[in-house]
């Protein structure tokens, strides 16, 4: 199986269901495998060959969805770059990656143009949206996405790809603050998506929000398991008007909520009564731990859904989730291995230990990913050989422990990594921004704990020689980082506390 | 001041940290044109409750209502009892 059978054969199963609802519009499968067939062809009739990478930059829309299929029709490997990154990084991944071609939307034109000269592999972009028809004039290799629909038949093109191929690279924050492809291959996505899927007992009734960038794992996977299980998506752009989202989520009868703390944390704090949102059927959570009052609030606004509590990383997916009727017994834990698969936790000398002693989460399965896209020294740092010949296991990087029943509870990152808002914000990639700013002779980068945001980020500069204050380092920030790795708080220092070796030192923060 | 004029001034400031004022149309989305991110929807929530001293309830805090210059003057207004 294939992650573009999801599509193709709900649309043979399902042909008349909607599929999916976006802002105004609601699409069939037939209607969104018709216009992913035609764009492949024009991607095909464009350059893009077998294996080839293709960003995606566009906001959660129904150009995003069909282009992502479009690509695996195209047999290439789509690359989902969140919106609101920045030009330097954008460029960077499109670089590091050797993007073929890149999907953006029609106010980007000029950006789109500037792209391509610094990214030599890119041979043209495809514009989405109401502006992106004007924008075609601006250069000959810039394309209207509709004039490339409308050009080509909604026939499927014959495809080479077979599972062990790339389906796609996901972006992940490094602890290097560079940026790391996390390569997924068709079988990889199929393995994890089905074994969520069987957890969830999701069922073509199902009809999930998504309010979680499409760059985001946990977001992209809704859009894929609701086509291959044949349910509803409703996508939105994102959590921003809690208000109109949970409107929508009555009036389309949504059965599935995934969320991160910090959208629960919002829910929490409304009256939810005005809604009626007795159609939900489970709500999700991972990307960082619920407090437990949190868990007891939410159980009790919607006592009638089941709250999944789960823990996973890019580097394979999804890793563990709790079983809901555990939830009352261990609020703090988040679970046990995935359907299909194993972990176990390991000390320092590599030696598996038992109940209550703490160590480095391991993870065996098909899910796991195929390491880091051209950086085969981390991969090998993180991706090492397990216990059968060939295979490859995962360690996380993270320290767990497991109780006597063997359900398993997050204690801390091994690295200094912040999770804000539930995404993964490497402190190293905001100090970089911040020692480009002239007068900035030292920088350091903390998550501080936030009642909404989980974590929020808090930056200590050192500065010499010039004036700089709060809104000049944060217009700074602004127009190199994505927005959620600004930082929420900035402090001058005279000085930074450091290691005997002159290092900064940040616990003296 | 104009009800535009301050909501531009507080955009500015605070989510665009530029002096030199706001470039974009009155009618331009915030979220389409990233000049406020989606947990900024939040600070304008508090910055017209403390400005123009309303109460904004949930079900108010909508694109209808708070994705533009123009959107969110003509929301104040009506808050105000304020003819459009």
């Known amino acids: 199986m294939l992650v573009q059978d999801f599509l193709q054969d709900s649309a043979e199963r399902f042909t008349d269901k909607t599929a999916l609802i976006c802002d105004s519009q609601r699409l069939t499968y037939a209607e969104i495998e018709a216009l992913a067939n035609r764009m492949a062809h024009a991607l095909v009739a464009r350059g893009v060959q077998r294996g080839d990478r293709v960003a995606v930059f566009l906001p959660n829309s129904v150009e995003a969805v069909v282009a992502i299929f479009a690509i695996l029709k195209a047999a290439g490997v789509f690359v989902v770059v969140n919106p609101t990154t920045k030009r330097d990084k954008l460029i960077y991944i499109l670089r590091n990656c050797r993007a073929t071609a890149l999907f953006t939307s029609g106010r980007n034109a000029s950006l789109a143009a500037q792209v391509q000269a610094a990214v030599p592999s890119l041979q043209f972009a495809v514009l989405c949206g109401r502006r992106a028809a004007a924008a075609s004039v601006v250069a000959d290799t810039l394309y209207a996405f509709d004039d490339l629909v409308r050009a080509y038949p909604p026939t499927r093109p014959a495809c080479p790809t077979i599972d062990q191929d790339l389906a796609c690279l996901i972006y992940t924050s490094g602890s290097t603050g560079e940026p790391k492809g996390v390569m997924s291959g068709h079988n990889n996505v199929v393995f994890a998506s089905g074994s969520i899927i069987q957890y969830l007992d999701n069922t073509s009734d199902d009809i999930v929000v998504n309010v979680l960038p499409l760059s985001f794992d946990y977001g992209l996977y809704q859009l894929l398991m609701v086509f291959r299980f044949g349910g509803t998506l409703v996508l939105e752009r994102s959590f921003a008007y809690p208000a109109a989202v949970l409107k929508r989520m009555e009036s389309e009868r949504v059965t599935g909520f995934p969320g991160v703390p910090t959208i629960f944390a919002i829910l929490l704090q409304m009256d939810l009564n005005p809604y009626d949102l007795s159609s939900l059927r489970y709500l999700t959570n991972t990307a960082a731990a619920l407090p437990p009052s949190h868990i007891v609030a939410l159980r009790q606004k919607f006592p009638w859904a089941t709250l999944y509590s789960m823990y996973g990383l890019t580097e394979c997916k999804r890793t563990l989730y709790l079983l809901p009727d555990q939830l009352d017994k261990r609020p703090g834990s988040v679970g046990i291995a995935i359907p299909g698969t194993e972990v176990w936790i390991e000390d320092d000398r590599g030696n598996r230990v038992g109940p209550g002693v703490s160590g480095e989460l391991v993870i065996r399965g098909s899910h796991v990913m195929r390491g880091y896209w051209e950086d085969p020294e981390t991969t090998a740092e993180r991706y090492r050989p397990g216990p059968t010949p060939g295979e490859r296991i995962l360690y996380s990087g993270d320290l767990f422990k497991m109780d006597e029943e063997g359900y398993l509870y997050f204690i801390a990152r091994k690295d200094d990594m912040i999770k804000s808002r539930g995404e993964k914000v490497s402190p190293k990639e905001v100090e970089n921004v911040l020692y480009a700013i002239d007068g900035v002779v030292e920088a350091a980068v903390i998550g501080v704990p936030d009642p909404i945001l989980g974590q929020a980020i808090k930056a200590f500069v050192v500065v010499e020689g010039v004036d700089l204050t709060e809104k000049d380092i944060l217009v700074h920030c602004r127009a190199h980082l994505e927005s959620f790795m600004v930082p929420q708080y900035v402090e001058f220092r005279s000085g930074l506390p450091k290691t005997g070796s002159g290092k900064i030192k940040k616990t003296g923060l | ?84």
């Not at chain 2, 009800?3 to 149309?25: M, P």
Request: net charge negative.
């Open chain 2, 1 to 84: 001041m104009t009800i535009e004029t301050q909501v531009k001034q507080y955009v500015a400031e605070n989510f665009l940290f530029t002096d030199d004022g706001y470039r974009f149309s009155e009618d331009a989305s915030f979220l389409e044109e990233g000049i406020v991110d989606s947990t900024g929807v939040l600070e304008l929530v508090m910055f017209v409750e403390e400005t123009f001293d309303i109460a904004v309830q949930d079900e108010e805090i909508v694109p209808e209502n708070f994705d533009s210059v123009s959107c969110l003057a003509a929301y104040v207004r009506h808050k105000l009892g304020q003819p459009a």
